[in-house]
């Protein structure tokens, strides 16, 4: 595919992403002669792609048989070689993140773009996200369908699970600039997504919305046990490496609920000890070091958001609502930040201010439904997205 001149285009900018995270460790943890496919819709114009693999959490090299790129619904489908160093096949080392060869392709905002990966022999499959977003879908395919415009009924499903796929560059103009999501299972729901289509439709079209959500994931600890390995990484070995993200100028970080909700002591879960429980000052402290200094030190604006309601959740007290309240009054006022967006009052019950409106519970009192995410995404102040 001949990619249009680079007249207008001076700069690399992330156009999607998700986070990568030890993915949840089952009876199997291997898979072969393997086809993966995620349909990515473009939001700037460019004429050059690069994208990024990550094998942070894998503990062995994967191969990439072989790779390709396509435009969805352009009349004939043409499939064009994601290289590494000018070859086809390539390795993701354990533990790193590779960036692929530039590819002269050109994009139109709105296209939607096929990424396909094939993974011919024993592949481990220990770094990927769930998204949780009924917006965001993948495929999978038993057999090399990587280059076929549709994958075969009998062999192939829906996924919602991202392996080694993690950023897509494109090269576009100066005026666009990209926005952080980060957070944990709240942030893989769809509001980043509603957001996204937001800042497409309504806002200047210059931004796009980088999705860095890990389910489970907490800022202070993680989980070293395979049980609950796919909670994450811990803040620290995260956000440096998910804030690198080309083009980027501001974050917004909705993190530190799972913080409070997980601990329930060894006597309930030998994994969950009360010693893990923080304080207020322990957020706060781990926020602005972890968090605050990092996005400073990369030149990025960062914007809080406040936690959601947990009213009615399993291990909801009135201690860890009376933190979460604590935590958000910080949140909101705090000049450690550029500003604030309050979630939670986009979200929250005004009769009961610990619980969510009725209909912005998705059931489980703890993640935000469709609706709620809708209105998360409004409540995102409109200068992020000019």
Known sequence: MNATKNEGFSKWVACWGTATSITKRTETTYAKDLTLRYPIKICFNGSKLRFTFSNLTGTEDVKVTKAFCAKKGAGQYKPVAITKNGAASFLIPAGTEIASDQIDFAVTAGDTVDVSMYFEGFT??????VILSPLEKGAFAYGDFCAA???PDDLSAAANAFYFLNTID????EKNRA???YGDSITCCSWPDYLRERAF???AGTVSVIRRGVCGTRILRQYDCITYQAYGLK???RFPIETNVSGADAVIIHHGINDIIHPVGVEVNKFRPWSDMPTLEDLIDGVKKIYVEEARRRGLKVYSATLLPIFGWRTYTEERESLRQAFNKWLRSSDDFDGCVDFDA???DEQNQKAFKPECDSGDHLHPSETACRRMAEAVPGILLQ
Do not use: H, P
């Open 124 to 129: 481990q499959m220990n770094a990927g996200t």
């Open 149 to 151: 415009e549709n994958f």
């Open 170 to 173: 494109v090269f576009t103009e």
């Open 179 to 181: 926005l952080i999501c």
């Open 201 to 203: 439709k309504n806002g």
């Open 235 to 237: 803040g620290a070995a």
């Open 346 to 348: 986009a979200v929250r």
